[in-house]
């Protein structure tokens, strides 16, 4: 399993190069290596696949060392060893598992916080006590998590962390595919939310492209709105959109960190709702943590 090379070092010029440059300058396709770990890799021209381009890149014939940041068991190894309290535990030698209990836990004690107050006085307490406990719970699961994500966009498919990364929550087991939601996939998402029950409600996350902020009715209260994403068609023919938002308080996590355009991930507990011809799925933000930005606009 080997994550996609964006440049090689090449002992012509002695520097790296793209493979783009390599297709300009044919010279360049001999005397290619691995620019991290050495092994020798080699160039393909771009050229047509049953009528599609595939854009020029560099192959491998052997595997990457396996430290190698091009090497996608050996890094998925060391996250695992730098991941705090066996969070990503390896199994065997092939096989991970991510586990979720944690962070499950950590975030419905949040939410259970966020639901019970009273009076002024303990409403300060409780919001200082539920960002202390953050920083101290949620902060670790969620630094591998975002190591993993990281990892995860950039494989050169979406199969191979599938095969290797188990998700578990009470010793159940989660497939990746009901964890990880990509835009083309979020009536998926909305669909497995609808049939989870309570009992069995974990984190899930959602992978969006930010669409826009806005301030709500209760003070301190915003929606972040994702682009939408895939559609389905109702029973009666109709088309039916869905659409995932981000619901946070100022006191926890600043909506100013929120930009158009940004590629994003959160980790969160999730709710999904049909309302008109929308699919809504309500993405609960407790912690800047649960966020991952993978790119900025």
Sequence with gaps: MAISMEK???KIVNREVKAEEVDRDLKLKKGLECNCCGIPVYHRTKHLRNEALIPAHFYRKVEHDYCCKYNTMGQVSIIARQSNDKILENIDQKNFTFRLTMIHEQLNKVKEGEYSKKDNASINNRQKNRSYQARGKLT?????MKKIVELRNTLETDTELHSIIKIEMYNKKIAWNNFYYESNYYTRAFNYLKKLEW???????????VRGVKSLDQEGKYAVGLRFGDKRTNDQGLSLISSPSIFGNEQDVSSEIFKEGQRIVVCALCTAREKNTYLNINISLYHKNQIVILENS
């Design 199 to 209: 009992k069995d409600n974990h984190p899930i996350c959602i992978e969006g492209i």
């Design 140 to 144: 670790p699961y969620l630094a591998t």
């Design 8 to 10: 090689a070092f090449s």
